[in-house]
Nanobody, 121 residues
Framework: QVQLVESGGGLVQAGGSLRLSCAASGRIADINTMAWYRQAPGKERELVAA???????QYADSVKGRFTVSSENAKSTVYLQMNSLKPEDTAVYYCNFKARPLAIVDWRNYWGKGTLVSVSS
């Protein structure tokens, strides 16, 4: 079974920083994309940042210049460095892997359980 384990969430004051990490375990053969999503109460889930196995990155407009996504492909791990945090960044953050497990041809999406980031003013 492929599982994603997240860490790094917590409570921080506006202007502060947090670093999230997510590592995958299990029978993963290949990883296409690693990404971070977030969902605030009463809001729709949104893509925050993504990184491909080739190192190409994508960010939501609301976090550009403040957040940085990175990865260590050999460790099946993705990170999200969050700086200059704002109260509107408060949400549950989920990591997502588009990956192919062993003995499976097609790509599949895997999700972490989520980690809460709370930013106070």
């Amino acid at each position: 079974q492929v599982q994603l384990v997240e860490s790094g969430g917590g409570l921080v004051q506006a202007g502060g920083s947090l670093r999230l990490s997510c590592a995958a375990s299990g029978r993963i053969a290949d990883i296409n994309t690693m990404a971070w999503y977030r969902q605030a109460p009463g809001k729709e889930r949104e893509l925050v940042a993504a990184i491909t196995s080739a190192g190409n990155t994508q960010y939501a407009d609301s976090v550009k210049g403040r957040f940085t996504v990175s990865s260590e492909n050999a460790k099946s791990t993705v990170y999200l460095q969050m700086n200059s945090l704002k109260p509107e960044d408060t949400a549950v953050y989920y990591c997502n892997f588009k990956a192919r497990p062993l003995a499976i041809v097609d790509w599949r999406n895997y999700w972490g359980k989520g980690t809460l980031v709370s930013v106070s003013s």
